[in-house]
């Protein structure tokens, strides 16, 4: 029995790495967005450079969940060397699609999926003569006549090449002639369309179809970041790139064609974080992107910067750890490592963004708060959000919101006699002024180190002043807590006492567990934290609830024993549940792990079991 | 550490520079180091120099890594705005200084250890960035602060106090920084200030990366025998430095500098210096020659102190990054937030 479904399955493309299928791919999920219908795209890529394997997953969703799935309705297996992998990896009743120019064993095959063959290779030999176009129009006319089986609306793509195209018309007609033949060969020879239908729809709306680290950089952009040091490491390489081309369109100055912004690929990542301090230290906003292993070697400065007081913005784009770990994988490993990071007794800010939409507004935010608090900001991104396209709400700056500075005590604070002192705790919230290097010839001036000072930053080794300034370094953590982003709630449509709290790119996959849950009887309260320190909603709602599962994308529960320490709150009440073998982590697996912790029957329940 | 409250009043004859400022503005606390360290000469030229240049104190950020080197930016240039960053990593935290404003004088004050051992790195790739800056490398061969083991600069065969020899190769700062492509590269010595001063003022004058090797002794030339500040921690710097040896040898030569023989070295403000020469054939400008010169002189044992090299048009970071001319760190909202309607823009091109 075929899977017969329209606007909900997974087709998993799999690819040749390098073959340029990566953009008829991305085209193929533009077109069905277009089409109206939400679709939720994910790269699964090896740690290498080419002719290794590929897989691009379209999730298709008429019902807007963007998270991962699992499993796969339809798969295009364009790579001979994962075929039998990719054979067995169809769900029972799915669809094969595949290159039939060459036959393949019939014991290669299975029979419980429906087989459709396109003699791509052969097709391309016969319309074209050049190699590298035989490559790539393949791609097209694969694209071609998925469409066809598909029932995509064909006009859909042909205004998508044109736009990719513009200005470049007899490329346009190339692609077009290729999409055609794929087309036409798929009408005639085949019947269409098969199960899988994508039907327009109105799901879509104004979302856009942006990559997290994209929209971070533009984040960083509209944080008013002027320097940015960064070390390439995947998969945070691209948000510095990103920056490197946003920068060049929205910041240059219009006089003169010189740029509002200095970046820098340093030699490693303590020369990243070197940069971002110094430069934080002399007024300006600086981020450096990283990963994992560079948070590991940027200890040192993190806790000269939280001890000195200095602005700093870190993007973590956390991958699968320790060591080298997966480094094309996604994890939510790094939380404690940024939260406690470097010797002695430190905290750091953390904010959770959970989507492309909130790396951008928590791109830009960080950099308010790294000013604000005098501090690092860790903006924890993951490979998951980081390095896939997804649907978010379109960009939005609130009007008439300005860069907060901080307590900066300017020219004419110091000309006036203001007591300056850069460590004294003037307003009670911990947070002491500074002053930009070099703005007043008689005062402001201090020594900045990573040794003990009093509150005039005055050489001190005495108890007394540390033990106060330590103490004051807390209460500028508690006011981190009223400023950083608050948790969102989802209440239960009855009163629950079961609770999950969850964060970052989980939020996606939470979002459809919810439902399933509710669907199968599990009511249960759900809030996504979006920074640390916790606010009091966060310790109150955990309060509130008997048992409260902790959803995370990591082994040891990290998010977990970063409640557990800060507020002392009851282990036994607070359930790890735990993704981390470096896939995305899904409803399925979310749904099935809490039902069994709550002793549900799952097949009573409406959904299919997960796979 | 001491406090020592300066009277405000000075005599009305004390000398003044154009700005009215004299050499008391230009000083720092109390030096912690020991009595008679070659560091204190360091920082004494400098402040010199930059009283000489009337540059406004607090026009200049002063930073530095970890170790005795890295404590004297506390003790001159008072009112400079100073950062005493982490162990070897100086050089990265002026670099993200000069790139948040670029108006300002960034002098870097390292150690043998500093630059050549934890921080040899960032020491190369600030030289090749080409950052304008003032990197000043306090050379004693030896680290202070943990008493006495040896850097990366001692010379083989050195024996340190508790007679150990230093059997790994030297690392020559200025023969790196001459590769790296420094467009000022000097070497000098701590007790010749005749020397060290105007090397100083010409490096500040000069827009790009300018490194000074200056070579201090560990517990200075006055440590008499019998002083009561003997103990083990200065003998063992006094004996661990046996370049200190090396200079007393260098001494004569500088004395015996053919008079007359003198370069004009023109600086970036439009005044020029004279320096005596090196060798009688020496060209400041040709980098080939100039690393030739050190490999035969240090051949013969010898060490070649004063202007090494210079490029008259010396690159810039800046410049390579084609920033603004207006520091980043002055830039506002409306310089640098492009506003909702190129986000518009944005979001229609991704849908």
Request: hydrophobic share 40%; proline share 5%.
């Given at each position: 029995m075929s899977i017969h479904s329209v606007n909900d399955f997974v087709v998993r493309f799999a690819n040749i790495n390098g073959s340029g299928s990566a953009s008829a791919n991305q085209m193929f999920a533009r077109a069905i967005?277009?089409?109206g219908v939400p679709v939720a795209t994910r790269n699964i890529f090896p740690s290498n450079i080419q002719g290794l394997p590929t897989w691009f997953e379209v999730r298709v969703s008429g019902a807007g969940w963007l998270g991962a799935r699992g499993g796969a309705d339809l798969v295009v297996a364009m790579n001979p060397q994962t075929w039998d992998k990719d054979v067995a990896s169809i769900d029972p009743g799915g669809y094969l699609f595949y290159d039939c120019s060459r036959p393949i064993p019939a014991d290669r095959f299975r029979d419980d999926i429906t087989i459709i063959g396109v003699p791509l290779t052969e097709i391309c030999n016969r319309e074209y003569t050049d190699s590298r176009q035989r490559q790539l129009f393949k791609n097209i006319i694969c694209i071609g006549a998925l469409a066809a089986i598909l029932d995509m609306e064909i006009e859909v793509i042909e205004t998508l090449l044109s736009e990719q195209f513009r200005g470049k018309d007899k490329l346009i007609d190339a692609n077009r002639k290729a999409l055609h033949i794929g087309r036409n060969w798929a009408l005639a020879n085949?019947?269409?369309?098969?199960?899988?239908?994508?039907?327009?729809?109105?799901?879509v709306g104004d979302r856009i179809y942006v990559e997290g680290n994209s929209a971070a950089a533009l984040g960083a952009v509209y944080g008013g970041a002027t320097v940015c040091a960064w070390y390439p490491l995947t998969p945070s390489t691209s948000l510095a790139e990103a920056f490197i081309s946003y920068c060049r369109k929205l910041r240059i100055e219009p006089q003169t064609g010189h740029k509002r912004y200095a970046i820098v690929q340093t030699e490693d990542e303590l020369a990243?974080?070197?940069i971002v301090v110094g430069a934080g230290w002399n007024g300006s906003r600086a981020f450096t992107a990283t990963s994992g292993p560079g948070i590991s070697l940027m200890q040192e400065f993190l806790g000269l910067a939280y001890f000195a007081e200095i602005p700093a913005v870190l993007f973590n784009v956390q991958r699968g750890g320790p060591s080298t770990g997966m480094p094309t994988r996604t994890q939510q490993s790094d939380v404690l490592a940024c939260a406690y990071a470097s010797h002695g007794d430190t905290k750091h800010v953390l904010v959770f963004p959970r989507d492309p939409g909130e790396a951008f507004e928590f791109g830009a935010l960080a950099f308010d708060l790294a000013d604000r608090l005098q501090t690092p900001v860790f903006v924890m991104l993951d490979l998951d959000i980081g390095m896939n396209h997804s649907l978010t709400a379109p960009f939005r700056i609130e009007p008439g919101k300005r860069l907060d500075r901080g307590k900066v005590m300017t020219y004419d604070d110091l000309e006036s006699g203001r007591d300056f002192g850069r460590y004294l705790d003037v307003d009670g919230d911990g947070i002491p002024y500074r002053t930009y290097p070099g703005v007043h010839p008689g005062?402001?001036?201090?020594?900045?180190?990573?040794?003990t000072r009093d509150a005039y930053a005055r050489y001190t080794e005495e108890g007394g002043p540390y033990v106060e300034n330590m103490e004051r370094l807390l209460r500028k953590f508690l006011t981190?807590?009223?400023?950083?982003?608050?948790p969102l709630i989802q209440m239960a449509a009855r009163p629950t006492k079961l609770g999950i709290v969850h964060y970052g790119s989980t939020a996606p996959a939470m979002d459809e567990a919810a439902t399933q849950l509710a669907r199968q009887g599990v009511d249960v309260d759900v809030l996504r934290v979006r920074a640390f320190p916790f606010s009091d909603e966060v310790v109150d709602f955990i309060n509130a609830h008997d048992r409260v599962f902790v959803v995370e994308q990591n082994r040891d529960a990290q998010l977990r024993t970063l409640l557990m320490v800060e507020h002392g709150l009851d282990p036994r009440k607070l359930v790890p549940v735990l993704h981390y073998d470096g896939a995305p982590i899904t409803a399925r697996f979310i749904t099935r792990a809490i039902a069994d912790l709550v002793g549900v029957d799952q097949t009573a329940g409406k959904e299919k079991a997960p796979a | 550490m001491t406090y020592l409250p300066k009277p405000k009043f000075h005599h009305p004859a004390i000398e003044t520079n154009k700005l009215g400022l004299t050499h008391r503005d230009y000083e720092g606390s109390v030096s912690t180091l020991c009595a008679g360290c070659g560091h204190d000469s360091i920082s004494s030229a400098i402040m010199h120099a930059c009283f000489e240049l009337s540059l406004p104190p607090h026009r200049i950020a002063k930073l530095s890594g970890i170790g005795c080197s890295s404590k004297t930016p506390t003790y001159f240039l008072g009112p400079a705005h100073g950062f005493n960053s982490v162990h070897g990593r100086m050089p990265s935290v002026l670099t993200g200084?000069?790139?948040?404003?670029?108006?300002?004088?960034y002098l870097g004050v390292s150690g043998d250890g500093d630059s050549a051992s934890i921080g040899f790195g960032q020491f190369a790739h600030s030289i090749?960035?080409?950052?304008?800056?003032?990197?000043l490398v306090a050379n004693n061969g030896v680290y202070g602060l943990t008493k006495g083991q040896f850097s990366a600069t001692a010379d083989k065969g050195a024996r340190a106090k508790k007679g150990a020899v230093n059997t790994d190769a030297p690392i020559d700062l200025v023969t790196m920084a001459l590769q790296l492509g420094a467009s000022f590269v000097a070497r000098s010595f701590s007790g010749d200030k005749g020397q060290l001063v105007p090397l100083i003022k010409a490096a500040i004058e000069h827009r790009g990366p300018a490194f000074i090797d200056v070579i201090s002794p560990c517990v200075a030339f006055n440590n008499h025998e019998g002083s009561t500040k003997s103990f083990d921690f200065v003998r063992e710097h006094n004996e661990?430095?046996?370049t200190l040896d090396f200079i007393k040898e260098r001494a004569p030569i500088t004395a015996d500098y053919p008079p007359g023989s003198t370069q004009v070295v023109r600086l970036h403000d439009g005044s020029s210096i004279r320096l005596r020469k090196i060798g009688a054939d020496y060209d400041v400008h040709d980098r080939i020659a100039a690393m030739s010169y050190l490999m035969t002189r240090e051949a013969s044992g010898e060490i070649v102190t004063g202007l090494i090299y210079m490029d008259d048009d010396p690159e810039d970071l800046h410049r390579h990054l084609d920033t603004v001319s207006t520091p980043l760190n002055r830039l506002g909202d409306a310089e640098l937030v492009p506003g909702q309607a190129a986000l518009d823009k944005i979001n229609s091109g991704l849908r």
């Open positions: 967005i277009r089409m085949l019947p269409c369309p098969i199960g899988l239908q994508i039907h327009r729809a109105d799901g990243s974080i070197g005062r402001g001036s201090y020594f900045t180190r990573g040794t981190a807590r009223t400023l950083a982003p608050g | 200084a000069n790139l948040a404003n670029r108006e300002m004088i090749r960035r080409a950052v304008n800056m003032v990197y661990a430095i046996n």
